[in-house]
């Protein structure tokens, strides 16, 4: 019998560690570039046949539990189908395949020292994009902090925590998703911040700008704005009640962000700086990395070393694995455990620079166009594009 689970729950069968065996019936090389870990690869397309070869490739036997996955369930589905009539009774197809994996989401409550301090991590398990629910329990109040396009995750942590959303705040403009911030915040009429240098990036929309040292009040609790360039030049990290810094792409658990996105691509910058007029940023990847060892050394480690670093992305290999912990633990360090254990803090500037810049990973996929959305200049144009944009992991960390 053929039957139909939805992403989240097989994001619980792996979860579980339940025995089954996971078939990607995608071309190999979507299945190379992104896919789920432990699933093996047996293409299959709509004219396709299910032959001998392809059945010992799956490596199951009769009576064993299958799930069948695709792009977007379009060619899994015949699949099980063929699987059926070769005998096996036991196979489920994802709806929705991947383009539904990569929005199964974790909403991961973080500890806090205080009682009335609520911090809640909303973790897009496929991509690694983290964002927060930060609010007041006596008041009821709260901000979200870097929200995805799925904003109604972000409205039911909310609600689900007794709090009511009043602004959202971004870190940066994005360039590995396309942000949720300003929708969320015209579909619930709130204000919707950026540090105030984003406006030297040619954002093209309306946004309130916060300076560095400016303060944001939640009922009690108390939000400050520190300019934190390097990954990008309009960067800003989010102190919360002097216990956690939200750090965007500034400071990962394991590692620091990248920095030649914006500052080591010239044509990225000439294209802009020219139809504007004003002078281009410049377009040296050291120059993105000396600002970020500034910020490292003369603000974020002049914070005691119990401040919770709580970044905006964890690590995803093209397996799907997370670089540190696993999906639904918070992913979240205390300042002092990094200033020790990660080794890009200990270097010195030359060291630090020389390493951003000779060993940059892989760019994003689709990045100047995620930059072009999420600074305003030109809208996406619909949730296929804005899904396909956003397929694969985030690679932000250098």
């Given at each position: ?190 204000p919707y911040h950026l540090g105030e240098h984003a406006a030297e990036r040619d954002v093209e929309y309306v946004f309130e700008p916060l300076a560095d040292g400016e303060t944001i009040e939640v009922g009690e609790i108390e ?106 633990d918070p992913i979240a360090e205390r300042l002092g455990t990094l200033r020790s254990d990660l080794e890009l803090l200990g270097l010195d500037e030359d060291e630090f620079v020389a390493r951003l810049t000779e060993n940059a ?38």
């Amino acid at each position: 019998m053929v039957t139909q689970i939805s992403a989240n729950d097989l994001a619980a069968k792996l979860d579980s560690e339940e025995s089954f065996t996971l078939i990607d019936t995608r071309p190999e090389d979507s299945y190379e570039g992104w896919r789920i870990h432990g699933a093996t690869n047996v293409p299959f397309g709509p004219e396709d046949e299910l032959s001998d070869d392809r059945l010992e490739h799956i490596g199951a036997e009769n009576g064993d539990s299958i799930v069948a996955i695709c792009g977007k369930g379009l060619t899994s589905t015949p699949f099980a189908f063929e699987l059926q009539q070769r005998g096996y009774d036991d196979v489920s197809v994802v709806k929705g395949g991947m383009e539904d994996w990569s929005k199964v989401y974790e909403v991961v409550p973080l500890e806090t020292e205080r009682d009335d301090l609520v911090v809640i991590q909303l973790q897009r398990r496929a991509k690694g994009c983290l964002g927060y629910v930060v609010g007041s329990a006596s008041s009821g109040r709260a901000v979200v902090v870097d929200p995805t396009r799925q904003t109604d995750r972000f409205k039911i942590a909310a609600a689900d925590a007794g709090l009511t959303i009043e602004r959202v705040l971004d870190t940066h403009i994005h360039a590995d998703h396309i942000s949720g911030g300003r929708q969320l915040a015209d579909e619930l009429d709130v204000p919707y911040h950026l540090g105030e240098h984003a406006a030297e990036r040619d954002v093209e929309y309306v946004f309130e700008p916060l300076a560095d040292g400016e303060t944001i009040e939640v009922g009690e609790i108390e939000i400050e704005a520190l300019h934190a360039p390097g990954h990008t030049s309009d960067m800003v990290n989010y102190l919360v009640d002097g216990e956690a810094l939200l750090t965007g792409d500034t400071l990962f658990v394991e590692s620091v962000g990248r920095t030649e996105l914006q500052f080591g691509d010239s044509e990225a910058h000439s294209a802009s700086d020219e139809q504007s007029g004003e002078t281009a940023i410049p377009a040296d990847a050291s120059k993105g990395a000396e600002l970020l060892y500034e910020t490292l050394h003369e603000t974020i480690l002049e914070l005691p070393d119990e401040t919770r670093i709580c970044p905006g992305h964890v690590s995803v290999s093209e397996e799907n694995r997370y670089g540190v912990g696993s999906p639904g633990d918070p992913i979240a360090e205390r300042l002092g455990t990094l200033r020790s254990d990660l080794e890009l803090l200990g270097l010195d500037e030359d060291e630090f620079v020389a390493r951003l810049t000779e060993n940059a990973p892989d760019k994003p996929p689709n990045y100047e166009r995620v930059i072009e959305i999420n600074s305003g200049r030109d809208p996406v144009d619909d949730e296929s594009e804005a899904t396909e944009l956003e397929l694969g992991p985030n690679n932000c960390a250098a």
